[in-house]
């Protein structure tokens, strides 16, 4: 009867050994799998990175030719009566300038995906300055006014990345704000130690259904699209990604009533107070 008894829990015990080897065997199984998945994945990001680079790289030669070449006939036609000529130039060139920006979106979508950056404390009036510098042209063309504060407070960020966030943020509200438009931007301080940066323009405003889908990624509905990147999938996504990448949020308030706008933020975090 012990003998029988004995042989019972021995069966049972080894049953429960091999059934213990056939789940490690399994799990073994499973983490190889997905392995190789993880690798499989990695070189598919590094592949489409490398790809858009090269094809950015590559359209970009033809691009600024054919851009050159509009130019050069533009000014040779000016002063004659071809009216229908002039205007296909004008088209060209409009398309050639909105197929560059797509181009430089996808170098800073690229650049986002993969670039190890370091955060260092940034000199924010600066950034602003070379902002303005950037969109002047566009600024005079539509009659803007911006109005900004002295002085900024000091966060830590990356300096290229933050350049094409306010370009971004400040082009949208001079392209849908008022007219003229009227453009404020600043900052406020967060409980949380961070700063929220801003920028308020004198438009139509949001619905409330537009403002929650507007920073989703690659929507092909957006109303306002990445500046200096105009094109479908590379619109506002692209900030969200580079704020997401500086352990910040972006965000939009709107009452949508006509003329008191948009406020589009981010945040970013305050740069530690220094030691005399």
């Not at 070379?130 to 960020?157: C, D, T, Y």
């Not at 306010?166 to 509200?173: D, E």
């Not at 965000?251 to 949508?256: A, I």
Request: include cysteine; glycine fraction near 6%; charged fraction near 20%.
């Amino acid at each position: 009867m012990n003998d029988s008894l004995a042989n019972m829990k021995k069966q049972a015990l080894l049953q429960i050994i091999e059934e213990q080897q056939q789940s490690a065997q399994l799990l073994q199984q499973e983490n190889e799998k997905l392995r190789r998945e993880i690798l499989d994945r990695e070189a598919l990001i590094s592949d489409l990175n490398a790809f858009s680079h090269t094809v950015a790289h590559d359209l970009k030669n033809p691009l600024t030719a054919l851009t050159g070449y509009s130019f050069l006939l533009t000014t040779r036609l000016r002063d004659t009566q071809d009216t229908t000529t002039l205007h296909f130039l004008e088209v060209i060139d409009q398309t050639s300038s909105r197929m560059s920006r797509i181009i430089d979106g996808l170098l800073v979508l690229a650049s986002v995906r993969q670039k190890v950056v370091v955060t260092k404390s940034l000199d924010m009036g600066k950034i602003i300055d070379e902002v303005e510098s950037r969109i002047e042209l566009m600024a005079f063309q539509h009659h803007a006014q911006i109005i900004k504060p002295n002085e900024w407070p000091v966060v830590m960020g990356y300096e290229p990345w933050i350049e094409e966030v306010w370009s971004n943020y400040i082009s949208n509200a001079i392209k849908f704000g008022g007219t003229p438009p009227i453009i404020e931007i600043g900052s406020t301080p967060l409980p949380d130690g961070k700063i929220r940066f801003w920028v308020h323009d004198n438009g139509n405003g949001l619905s409330a259904e537009a403002s929650t889908s507007l920073f989703a990624a690659y929507s092909q509905r957006d109303r306002i699209e990445f500046i200096p990147v105009e094109g479908p999938g590379l619109s506002l996504s692209i900030v969200k990604r580079i704020i997401d990448r500086l352990d910040g949020e972006v965000g939009v308030e709107s009452t949508n009533i006509p003329g008191e706008g948009c406020t589009f933020s981010f945040t970013l975090p305050r740069a530690p107070a220094t030691t005399p």
